[in-house]
């Protein structure tokens, strides 16, 4: 019970720390998926004492203590254009 009471509280910390929820999905679903294939230097936890986190854990206590960013792009503003204007024969 108590992992669940952890998990909720990290889940609170990284979206205090990313500030969107679809943006905090995104990074933690990545990184999953980076920490479940197993080959390379990107496959191992960035934080020490994972010892009883799942993978998901894992990866939103990477966010907490800032060991993994995100960039968000910046707002495209939409610019209207004025409609062509028809030639008159």
Do not use: H
């Not at 889940?11 to 920490?35: D, T, Y």
């Not at 060991?67 to 030639?87: C, M, N, S, V, Y």
């Amino acid at each position: 019970m108590e992992s669940k009471i952890l998990n909720s509280e990290f889940c609170r910390q990284a979206l205090a720390k990313v500030g969107n929820p679809n943006v905090l999905v995104n990074l933690i679903s990545r990184r999953v998926r980076q920490l479940n294939s197993g080959g390379g230097a990107i496959s191992r936890p960035l934080v020490a004492d994972t010892a009883g986190l799942g993978v998901a854990d894992i990866a939103l206590r990477e966010i907490i203590e800032d060991k993994i960013g995100f960039d968000l792009p910046e707002e495209l503003q939409l610019i209207e254009t004025a409609p062509k204007k028809r030639k008159k024969r």
